[in-house]
């Protein structure tokens, strides 16, 4: 797949005609409610003012309820430890988007199972992240997994994690977690 850019395209194009649309139209007499409505319709049919209307009103959701960053990385030790990772603030409501998960324990035992304990619609849910062995050394052996989720977690709840299973002593769970929160309804 080429990395250039096209100039030649339908979505370049319609860029273009958009953006220029946008720039130009609070300019010369369409600037006039009046003068708005009778502007020609575009090859769909729909009157350019409403096309106007409806990205503004889109830009306005936006802009009631941003999404708000959030990112955390805690560690766990292997031999059923639990920690609590966060809380979600009064209010929030947690989505999370991304989950990674590293492990490191003693040759010879087996990959602590990293479960995430997440609140959502008022229920406690226990999910099981997968992970793969990615390499050893002389002493350890390393596990790991990134992936893409959608988990909702409930206002004012914790979100957990438990790193358990048979490992053997010196083992780890390094968890890192990213998404964003919105306004509860």
Not at 8 to 13: A, H, M
Not at 17 to 23: A, D, I, P, R, S
Not at 129 to 147: E, L, M, N, R
Not at 153 to 176: F, H, K, M, R, Y
């Amino acid at each position: 797949m080429s990395s250039k850019r096209s100039t030649g395209g339908w979505s370049f194009w319609f860029g273009v005609l958009l953006v220029g649309g946008l720039l130009f139209a609070n300019c010369g007499p369409a600037a006039t409610p009046a003068a708005a409505a009778t502007l020609p319709p575009d090859n769909l049919g729909i009157p350019f003012q409403a096309i106007l209307d409806k990205l503004d009103q889109l830009v306005a959701l936006s802009q009631k309820n941003p999404k708000q960053p959030f990112a955390i990385t805690a560690s766990a030790g292997g031999n059923a430890e639990s920690v609590v990772l966060t809380t979600v603030p009064v209010g929030k409501r947690l989505v999370v988007e991304t989950i990674t998960v590293v492990e490191s324990f003693n040759l010879g035992g087996s990959a602590p199972q990293p479960i995430l304990f997440i609140t959502t619609n008022g229920s406690l849910w226990a999910h099981r992240v997968g992970v793969h062995p990615i390499g050893q050394d002389a002493t350890s052996s390393f596990w790991s997994a990134t992936h893409a989720v959608r988990f909702y977690a409930d206002p004012s709840t914790q979100i957990s994690l438990v790193c358990g299973g048979n490992a053997v002593v010196n083992s780890l769970c390094v968890v890192s977690l990213s998404g964003h929160f919105v306004d509860a309804p």
